[in-house]
């Protein structure tokens, strides 16, 4: 009965008297996912960017667009032929997927970075969010980045003479490059748990993600290339996602032979971005560099 009555509180309206039942000190409010909270961190982490979009979405198509002109106009590529199509063709999805890559990493690696920098960081801590919850809210918002990113880029591209977007597997244009946005979102908040100053993820940025996208096959097919420089190609996974978006665009890449080739690169993209998602979610409810 003791119990039951410091569940209840009396509270004075008036002439009657209504009662309002709480749960025990120390049982949560909120139980299983907090919808609310969720959505406000994304819808937070999404204005955030939306806001310099000039520098964020517009900028990254424009940088990526000056990368067709030189492959395709200073280097005189007009007449050559990759994989059965033209020079143009053939980089453009490639450079799509390069530039939404890219952005969502850029956008991940600063959100927590910042907060610790600038002490903020009880901002995203104090909030009723499970672990889950946080990384969530902040690998959707740099997913929609590229997202956005991306249909900037194919727009400029689609208005390019000479090249030639269509659809030939809608599925993989969508797998590849969802796979390829989370992928980079979760690399680009391990690196922002990591960092402890801008110097430091601008490190993993400079030596890591803009190696592996510049020879990530974007700009040729392995084909060409040595037997040993192959083999280090088809351990790079950002190779995967360039070439199972391109298959998306051209019916066609150099992962391997068939259409086979294709779906287990699929499965393994997945399967590795669960192995990135699990390791995030244990370093964040461990706390580690947040909490210490």
Not at 96 to 107: E, H, L
Not at 123 to 148: F, H, K, N, Q, W
Not at 285 to 292: H, I, N, P, V
Request: charged share 10%; with cysteine; net charge positive.
């Amino acid at each position: 009965m003791a119990d039951q009555a410091r569940e209840i509180e009396v509270i004075p309206t008036g002439p009657a008297h209504t009662q309002r039942r709480f749960p025990p000190q120390g049982e949560p409010l909120i139980h299983g996912i907090n919808r609310g909270g969720l959505w406000t961190l994304y819808i937070k982490e999404v204005r955030r960017f939306l806001k310099v979009q000039t520098q964020t979405i517009w900028a990254p198509a424009v940088t990526t667009l000056l990368f067709l002109v030189i492959f395709t106009v200073a280097l005189g590529r007009e007449g050559r032929m990759v994989l059965g199509v033209p020079f143009a063709s053939f980089i453009a999805p490639g450079l799509i997927a390069m530039g939404m890559m890219q952005n969502a990493f850029a956008n991940s690696s600063f959100s927590l970075l910042v907060g610790k920098i600038q002490g903020t960081i009880i901002d995203y801590l104090m909030p009723p969010l499970s672990e889950g919850e946080l990384m969530t809210g902040i690998v959707a918002a740099a997913t929609t980045r590229a997202i956005a990113v991306g249909g900037a880029v194919a727009a400029a591209i689609w208005l390019w003479p000479g090249v030639n977007l269509g659809v030939a597997h809608a599925w993989a244009i969508i797998w590849f490059g969802l796979m390829g946005a989370i992928m980079l979102s979760l690399l680009g908040l391990l690196t922002s748990l990591w960092a402890e100053k801008f110097d430091h993820a601008a490190a993993i940025t400079n030596f890591v993600i803009a190696p592996l996208s510049l020879l990530s096959g974007t700009f040729y097919t392995i084909h060409n290339l040595a037997p040993s420089f192959r083999i280090v190609s088809l351990g790079n996974p950002f190779f995967y996602v360039i070439s199972g978006f391109r298959y998306g665009f051209l019916g066609s890449s150099d992962i391997g032979e068939g259409h086979a080739a294709v779906w287990w690169a699929a499965a393994g993209l997945g399967l590795f971005n669960l192995a990135l998602g699990l390791l995030t979610y244990c370093l964040l409810r461990a706390g580690w560099k947040l909490k210490s």
